[in-house]
């Protein structure tokens, strides 16, 4: 029993809020994500506001990484931090057997937003794990059991998930035996299929896809999972035609489309999901995470069409989690879903992309030779560095890091800017509510931070 003679501590009581003490307990007891532990000296974040972060040292930054790809709100949004804390007075958690308003709430504004026709929920603490609930569903829906995705894609760090996943972070737990099958998706400017147009990369990899389906057994094939726009893997935004080629070649074959939404969903792509670039091409399954509540309490989920849903109407679905629609990752989703709507957050993001990041990032390409390639759309854009633009040798070896990017992040964290790095790309990709002028100043920072490195080297 819990004995309220005691006083209730405050947070600050039980928390050392200093930098110092942070660190040092982190460095003794936290096991950090993707990383030799004993190499890191993990920054430490003590406040955010809106898309600023401040470090331990004092330093204010401004975060044009949105964390991992989800403040899609900017942080300590006041509509979405009042509704975590109304929920936490009122209900903190319900196991997922239950009805809660918040959840089945959170469930019809996402239904509102998804393509036509997926209208059904399946809430799960994450993407990989919404990766491998769409997985699960379209085996059981299809009774076959090969999956079938891209090689510059990311789709989660779990067993299946990163099994699925086609870039280096799959290499580590790669087991071949889990039906997972790679393909090449449309990247022009690295093409695999010696095109020289946007048209030629998009007929010649659906050619591509066909081929694989063909060989691996039509019959065999339970799914294609596809992100929607390649994130991570360098902001690809797939040729026109090429989804819906895909849409068709699944369609002839029964096989289930997959759209992992988790990173370009919920407006990052200046629409509320990137597939609405492909129009009229509807997924069958749909995953998000990350945006879909700003990623203030952590969440996920799989959206579902009717024909998937119908299958488990009668017919136990044999899957779960503990926290499924945790009531407040839940009352976040639909304090975050009903801000983007009242500030036209999604607008704003589609704005930012053509009226500011387009001009601006083309006008620094121009500039600087390391820069091989700026492409994206929305508050979604990645630059692809190269040591020579004539060999398009990238600035730090696939799935790895070089001397010349660490000293471009560093010049750039020097100046206030917080960048997101991937071998040798940097991904520009702040809140979606980030104001104009800021992307501006941003991309000005990077400039100087790209000059600076590339006349010292
Ligand atoms: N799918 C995509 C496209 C992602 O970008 C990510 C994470 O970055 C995931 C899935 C995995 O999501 P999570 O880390 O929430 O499991």
């Keep these: 029993m819990t004995d309220t003679t005691l006083a209730v501590p405050s947070l600050s009581e039980l928390v050392d809020p200093s930098a110092e003490r942070a660190y040092e307990l982190d460095r003794r007891h936290v096991f950090h994500s993707w990383s030799a532990q004993a190499q890191i000296k993990p920054m430490v974040v003590t406040r955010a506001e809106g898309s600023y972060v401040w470090d331990g040292d004092g330093n204010r930054l401004l975060d044009f990484t949105s964390q991992l790809v989800f403040t899609n709100m900017g942080h300590q949004h006041p509509r979405i931090v009042r509704a975590i804390q109304e929920q936490a007075a009122e209900l903190c958690t319900v196991a997922p057997g239950y009805v809660n308003a918040a959840r089945s709430e959170a469930a019809r504004l996402i239904a509102s937003h998804t393509p036509d026709g997926l209208d059904k929920v399946f ?4 993407g990989a794990d919404a990766n491998e609930h769409a997985i699960r569903m379209a085996r059981l829906h299809t009774g076959r059991t090969k999956v079938l995705s891209t090689y510059r894609s990311y789709h989660g760090g779990t067993h299946l998930a990163v099994n699925v996943t086609g870039d280096p972070r799959r290499w580590a737990s790669d087991n071949g035996s889990t039906g997972t099958v790679h393909f090449f998706g449309p990247f022009l400017y690295r093409s695999a299929f010696h095109a020289t147009t946007e048209a030629e990369e998009c007929e010649r990899a659906l050619a591509h896809l066909e081929q694989v389906v063909t060989l691996e057994g039509p019959g065999t094939i339970a799914a294609i999972v596809l992100e929607s726009i390649p994130g991570t893997a360098g902001i690809m935004i797939p040729p026109p035609g090429y989804l819906a080629g895909v849409r068709a070649l699944c369609d002839q074959h029964g096989i289930v489309l997959i759209a992992d ?17 492909a129009e009229g091409v509807v997924p069958d399954l749909l995953t998000f995470a990350k945006g879909v509540n700003s990623g203030y309490v952590p969440m996920g989920g799989v959206a579902i069409n009717e024909e998937i849903a119908a299958t488990f109407d009668d017919r136990v679905y044999p899957g779960g989690l503990t926290y499924s629609g945790h009531p407040l990752a839940s009352a976040a989703a ?10 036209s ?4 993001a589609a704005a930012l992309g053509e009226d500011v990041f387009a001009p601006r990032l083309a006008e620094l390409a121009g500039a600087h030779d390391w820069i091989g390639e700026v492409r994206g759309t929305g508050a979604f854009w990645a630059i692809e560095l190269v040591s020579d633009p004539s060999t398009r040798e990238p600035l730090a070896p696939y799935g790895g890091s070089s001397d010349a990017m660490n000293s471009i992040v560093a010049g750039c964290k020097k100046r206030g800017l917080l960048p997101f790095v991937n071998y040798n790309r940097i991904h520009l990709v702040p809140p979606l509510n980030t104001a104009a002028e800021l992307v501006e100043e941003a991309i000005g920072t990077l400039g100087e931070a790209i000059a600076e490195a590339s006349a010292s080297a």
């Design 261 to 277: 939404e988790v990173m370009a969903g919920f407006g990052r792509a200046g629409k509320w999901f990137a597939i609405e670039h």
């Design 123 to 126: 809430f799960t603490n994450g």
């Design 334 to 343: 639909v304090a975050t879903i009903r801000a983007m709507e009242d500030e």
């Design 345 to 348: 957050v999604v607008e704003h």
